[in-house]
């Protein structure tokens, strides 16, 4: 599974806390945008946040970032007290068994590892969504537009 991060939808997070019933007390996060997580249970909600804390459902990305799917997080998060830095995204996407090394292997993915975390993080949660395919496509060393959609044949 993956989590998309880089797809606003219109939604804020004052609309979805006031449809899950929370009152986001935080209004600085009022009207930042609910990101597509995918196509794949698309009421199901994701948070991707610095630090990683301590959350009753979150797995471990790094020593520093977690992703969390339970209440307790938005509960903190509408009262303040939720964690410093946070995506927050709706759905994901999914692959059937092999599926996804498949699509690696015929290179349907650009795949990156940054030299540090903090590059990672700084691209996360620092980057605006529209500049964040480009500043990945930086650590490979090249400009996206550079890109054809178009096949060529040797």
Do not use: C
Request: aromatic letters at 6%.
């Amino acid at each position: 599974m993956g989590v998309l991060i880089n797809r606003p939808t219109d939604m804020t997070f004052e609309i979805l806390f006031d449809k899950i019933n929370l009152d986001l007390q935080n209004k600085a996060l009022a009207d930042r945008p609910v990101l597509y997580g995918g196509p794949v249970q698309p009421e199901r909600g994701f948070v991707l946040h610095q630090p990683a804390g301590e959350w009753d459902s979150s797995i471990t990305i790094s020593d520093k970032v977690a992703l969390t799917t339970s209440k307790d997080i938005l509960e903190a998060v509408a009262q303040g007290n939720g964690p410093e830095k946070l995506l927050l995204s709706l759905g994901y996407a999914g692959w059937s068994s092999g599926q996804l090394e498949q699509e690696v292997a015929q290179n349907a993915w650009l795949s990156v590892k940054p030299k540090d975390l903090d590059t990672l993080n700084k691209i996360l949660f620092d980057t605006p969504h529209e500049e964040q395919l480009n500043a990945a496509m930086a650590l490979l060393g090249f400009d996206p537009a550079m890109l054809s959609d178009v096949a060529g044949h040797a």
